[in-house]
């Protein structure tokens, strides 16, 4: 268990570049120029819907970590069903939303073995939902306690981890243990817009919080040199500015 506010991540490669691209041209431009020595990369509803599971084989044929971003949320056998099959394809992580409940999230925990090839992460309260946005849905409490009642209900599922707010990594690993792992967007370098995300740090306060990995998408895929701009984040990362 943590015993202290600010857990630093160990995590060899923590950025997860998000490939929010409409095409796989314009994907597949991003992905030349980034090194799976020093990235993993996140594909997400758009992408996989438009060009499908073969792009996923490819980037798993260039050697990068990917972590498929669909957000499975249905009935407990269809998400048990979903969850494997991601795994045979390869993927490094996938995710399940939390609120599907218990009985989903043990249907797809039961459908990857623990300790696997595949991490299987849980979705909380997304970075672009903040109080009000809970309260329109009939949830009458703060994201932050909407996200610990979550990740407590996964990580007693036997889920590896969850997608929160760097917000919420300290108190999260305080609760749970350093072993939980965190996967946090909503992630911009200093001076960068903030876009429609509402919940956000810098890399460095993210790492410093508890962060595990960070998933950043358009300041690195919208920059002039993308691979500029992922050596500037590691260098933020590793105190090297």
Known sequence: MANDTQVVSRIEKPVIVALDFSD???ASALVEKLDPALCRVKVGKELFTRIGPDFVRELISQKFDVFLDLKYHDIPNTVAGAVAAAAELGVWMVNVHASGGRAMLEAARK?????????????TVLTSMGEEDLR?????????EQVKTLARLSADCGIDGVVCSARETAVLHQEIGD?????TPGIRPAGDSLDDQKRVMTPAEAIKSGSNYLVI???VTQAQDPTAKLRMIMDEINGNN
């Open 111 to 123: 459908a990857l073995p623990q300790n696997g090839d595949t991490l299987l992460i849980a979705v």
């Open 217 to 219: 998408g358009r300041p």
């Open 136 to 144: 329109e849905i009939n949830i009458p409490v703060s994201p932050d």
């Open 179 to 183: 072993d939980f792992i965190l996967v």
């Open 24 to 26: 796989a041209r314009a």
